[in-house]
């Protein structure tokens, strides 16, 4: 199994690209500065250590207090912290840097949570950005899209523990804990709000960490949040960060302008909020999931055949 605070882990992506600052959206000045403050922070929490320069620190535990807390070096990343902290003025940067840590330091002294009691009426099914675990972890776990896994976790206290080894862990095989951690998703409530333009809606699916992960259950999703049963033409859907989920039913040729949309709202929350997943718009029709948009070497995106071939089928009904 793997634990993370749901603020404290290094974003995917946020260390590549040529010109890409490890802590963006913060330029280099405001990083160095976020950098500091997190060490002093830290250290006001009994933590010790550096910074790695690729946006995370790396602690301990002061000696003194290792009798009673971990004393192995542990990785602590600053990329959630630095778009948290983005959007805020900057004189309130010390104290969002202490509770983040202060959060961190209880949790690490509580130890990893229990093993849940009632694996059944516990587990959730949890999207997770393959690059950002170990390699080692994503043998068993499924591709839900490209660089997407789906994996059993449980939520104890806002520290998420995700069992990439279930039978290990839970006494249970990797079908068995899926089972379980699809249907209680499919239990949770959203929130929705939508974003409209000219006459078209996109729907904004939040309310929780597992927001984006309710695409795993998008039948349910579509059914009891938006009242959509079986779209005839599929459904437009994005997962830029961990509690959101962005869906647009096609009904006619307005699912043009709902593209443009969902590929500003994804990239915006892609690159700015906490817990980054995918950049990628889908289309998801009987056939499943595939993409909206191609790579092409344009500076914005080109549609995909499968989603060219949907436009044309409509162009010809209306």
Known sequence: MILHNDSTERAPGNDSGPGR????PLSPAEGAHLVRLSLEAAAD?????????RGALILQFRPAERAAAPAEKFEAGLTNLARVVAGERPDHWPRLASEHFDQLARSLRRGAPPL???PQRELLQRLVPKEALEPRLTGAAPEFVPGLLSVPSANTDGTITMYFDPMSNLGLTWAEAESHGLRNLRSMTDSVAYAEYDGTQVALISGSSYAASRALVLDTVLRESLHVENP???VLAAMPVRHLLL?????DLSAIPALGMMLNLTGRSYDTEPGPLSPWIYLVTREGWQPATRTTGDPGPALSPQFVALL?????EY
């Open 21 to 24: 600052h490890p802590l963006a």
């Open 45 to 53: 929490c009994g933590l010790q250590g550096d910074y790695d320069g």
């Open 116 to 118: 849940p009691a009632d």
């Open 232 to 234: 005839q033409y599929g």
């Open 247 to 251: 869906l647009h039913v096609i009904t």
């Open 312 to 316: 044309q089928g409509l162009d010809g």
